[in-house]
C-alpha cells in the first residue's frame, strides 16, 4: 500500500500533479491539502475510475495531520507562482514561511516518508526543510529531493529542437541548482552524443536555464510553468516509487544534501564545499543510494558556467538555512 501527499494540491501545479498521481496506478491513497478549494479538487478526483482513493483537507479540525499520518510520499508544490519581472528570489519570503510550516507537519506526522519539493525557490526551500528535520531529529538526506527534474525536461526538448530528432531520444545531465545561472546543463554529456553548432551554444544554454521565463511571458502575467512543472514533478515520484518498489537501475538528478548521500562527499569536494547540489542520483528501496560525479568530465565552456553557479548558489543555500537558523527553537 502506497499513501501519497500532496501539500498545495489546489494551486496551478498541485492540480495537474494530482490528477497525474490518481491515474498512475501506483498509489492506494492520495492525500490533498490546500489552505483553500481542497474538498473540490478531491471531488472533482474521486470521480476518476482509478485504484487511489482520494481524500482531501483543509486546514481546520487537524487537517494537516490527517493529510500526512501514515505518507509514503510527500509532494509540496505549494506557494505563490511567479509573475512577470519576479525571480525566483523575490518568492523566498512568502514561500520560505509556507514550506517551514508543512515540512514541520512531515517532521511531526511523517517524518519517514520520502519529501519531494518543488515550492520555489528550490535552491533555498531545500535548505529550509533540512534544517526544520533537523530541528525535529528526524533529518535522513536519503529521503529529501529537490525537484530539477524540470531543467532536465527542458533540455532535451530544447536540444532535440536544435539538432533534429524527438526530444525523448535524448538524456541530458543537468547540475547545479534550479534557478537562472544556477542551472548547468553539461551537453558534452549529452546521450547519444549529439554536436551542436557553437553559434548555438549560448542561445541553447540561456533557454534552458531561463526556459521558465518563456512560459511566464506567454501566459501574459496569468501563471507560470505549471503543467510542465507538474509532469516533471510526477515523472521524479514515479521513478521514486518504482525505486522504492524494487526496481533497480533508476537515474534522476535531484538537488539533495551532499553529505548524507554515498557519493556525495566526492562531489561536494568538487563543488567547492556546497551542502546542497543537483547531480545524477541512483534511487533504490530507501531513497538516494548513489550520487554520481559528472564534473571530471566537464569542458572549459560548462567549467565557466559552474563558476557563476557556484557563486549564485552559496548565497541561496545561506540564506535558506539563516531563515530557520535565525528562529532558533520556535518550531
Not at 122 to 135: F, Y
Not at 264 to 275: I, N, P, Q, R, T
Not at 309 to 314: A, D, H, P, T, V
Amino acid at each position: 500500500m502506497v499513501k501519497a501527499a500532496v501539500l498545495g494540491a489546489s494551486g496551478g501545479i498541485g492540480q495537474p500533479l494530482s490528477l497525474l498521481f490518481a491515474v498512475s496506478g501506483l498509489v492506494d491513497e492520495l492525500s490533498l491539502y490546500d489552505v483553500v478549494n481542497t474538498p473540490g479538487v478531491g471531488a472533482d478526483l474521486s470521480h476518476i475510475n482509478g485504484k487511489a482513493k482520494v481524500t482531501a483537507y483543509l486546514p481546520p479540525n487537524d487537517g494537516l495531520q490527517k493529510t500526512l499520518e501514515g505518507c509514503d510520499i510527500v509532494v509540496i508544490p505549494a506557494g505563490i507562482p511567479r509573475k512577470p519581472g519576479m525571480s525566483r528570489d523575490d518568492l523566498f519570503k512568502i514561500n520560505a514561511g509556507i514550506v517551514r510550516d508543512l515540512v514541520t507537519g512531515v517532521a511531526k506526522y511523517c517524518p519517514k516518508a520520502f519529501l519531494l519539493i518543488i515550492s520555489n525557490p528550490v535552491n533555498s526551500t531545500v535548505p529550509i526543510a533540512a534544517e526544520v528535520l533537523k530541528q525535529h531529529n528526524v533529518f535522513d538526506p536519503t529521503r529529501l529531493f529537490g525537484v530539477t527534474s524540470l531543467d532536465v525536461v527542458r533540455a532535451s526538448t530544447f536540444v532535440a529542437a536544435v539538432v533534429g530528432g524527438s526530444p525523448t531520444e535524448y538524456t541530458v545531465p543537468v547540475i547545479g541548482g534550479h534557478s537562472g545561472e544556477t542551472i548547468v546543463p553539461l551537453l558534452s554529456q549529452v546521450s547519444p552524443k549529439v554536436d551542436i553548432p557553437e553559434d548555438q551554444l549560448d542561445a541553447l544554454v540561456n533557454r534552458i536555464q531561463f526556459g521558465g521565463d518563456e512560459v511566464v511571458k506567454a501566459k501574459d502575467g496569468l501563471g507560470s510553468a505549471t503543467l510542465s512543472m507538474a509532469y516533471a514533478g510526477f515523472k521524479f515520484a514515479k521513478s521514486l516509487i518504482e525505486a522504492a518498489g524494487g526496481k533497480s537501475g533508476i537515474v534522476e538528478p535531484t538537488y539533495v544534501y551532499l553529505s548524507g548521500v554515498p557519493g556525495g562527499e566526492e562531489v561536494k569536494e568538487a563543488v567547492g564545499g556546497l551542502d546542497f547540489f543537483a547531480v545524477p542520483v541512483e534511487l533504490g528501496p530507501n531513497g538516494a543510494v548513489k550520487a554520481t560525479n559528472p564534473l571530471p568530465q566537464v569542458t572549459d565552456y560548462e567549467k565557466s558556467l559552474l563558476k557563476k553557479c557556484y557563486e549564485g548558489l552559496e548565497g541561496n543555500i545561506k540564506k535558506g538555512v539563516e531563515f530557520i537558523t535565525a528562529q532558533g527553537s520556535k518550531l
